[in-house]
Nanobody, 127 residues
């Protein structure tokens, strides 16, 4: 079991930056694949970024819409995953969710592949 709590959301002007944090409690955090999703009003939850673990090291993946602007990272010593968001755009406005999945099978970019979710944190980007 993993419990996830997001923080760091807020209101920012276009072009600005925010860093979201996802604190995990529970056992064996380092064995979980971690991801960020977002959901804008009236839209479906969509994939943002993920960090998949393997014996050879972590691999990161990003949605095309955020590639080059967002970075997912993890600090296993702090049981925390981060999403650094730069060059924010109004279309990035959404509730951002942290998600975790067990090691087998390796999850992809679909929300149903993840077992644990945080409560979400609101990010609003003004133009």
């Amino acid at each position: 079991q993993v419990q996830l709590v997001e923080s760091g959301g807020g209101l920012v002007q276009a072009g600005g930056s925010l860093r979201l944090s996802c604190a995990a409690s529970g056992r064996a955090f380092s064995r979980y694949h971690m991801a960020w999703f977002r959901q804008a009003p009236g839209k479906e939850r969509e994939f943002v970024a993920r960090r998949s673990i393997s014996w050879s090291g972590d691999t990161t993946y990003y949605a095309d819409s955020v590639k080059g602007r967002f970075t997912i990272s993890r600090d296993s010593a702090k049981n925390t995953v981060y999403l650094q968001m730069n060059s924010l755009k109004p279309e990035d406005t959404a509730v951002y969710y942290c998600a975790a999945a067990g090691t087998t099978p390796t999850p992809g970019n679909e929300a149903y592949e993840y077992d644990y979710w945080g409560q979400g944190t609101q990010v609003t980007v003004s133009s």
